[in-house]
């Protein structure tokens, strides 16, 4: 699912000339949706909301930094992970992001990505016990 649906927006984004990365967001908010719906739910169908938000994170390195889409994405995902209120889960979903940063983001993103990361685990400040980010995933970066 994952690869599948970053393939989808990758592909969006790619042939988004003509209309500023519209289709690309619109996957993107369609699947933002969905994750939100199922948050709402009881109870909480847990492993279909945890793989669609891992397949948000997926999208990074789909967008480009061109036309906001970028930014807006950092934006949705800083905001899955604040309002996640299990800190299991949220370690998965930081650890999720650390993964896609290291290993997929490409050189064009790679700067707006790691500024927002450091921004983010300041805001966000939460380890994997009660919520706060440990001081090593920051470092290993």
């Known amino acids: 699912l994952r690869l599948a649906f ?5 592909g969006a984004s790619a042939s988004s000339s003509s209309d ?3 289709i690309a967001w619109y996957c993107v908010e369609s699947l933002l949706a969905k994750i939100h719906q199922l948050r709402t739910l009881q109870p909480r169908p847990e492993a279909q909301c945890n793989r669609l938000e891992l397949t948000m994170v997926s999208l990074l390195p789909s967008l480009s930094s061109q036309g906001g ?4 994405l950092l934006g949705s995902i800083e905001n ?12 998965l979903l930081l650890e999720a992001v650390r993964e896609e940063i290291l290993q997929r983001v490409g050189d064009v993103q790679r700067e707006t990505v790691l500024r927002w990361w ?4 300041q805001r966000q400040a939460v380890d994997g016990e009660g919520g706060r980010v440990k001081p090593t995933i920051r470092a290993e970066l």
């Open 6 to 10: 970053a393939s989808l927006v990758a």
């Open 20 to 22: 500023n990365g519209s």
């Open 69 to 72: 889409l970028l930014s807006k």
């Open 80 to 91: 899955l992970i604040g309002e996640e209120e299990r800190p299991i889960q949220r370690q």
């Open 118 to 121: 450091y921004d983010m685990l």
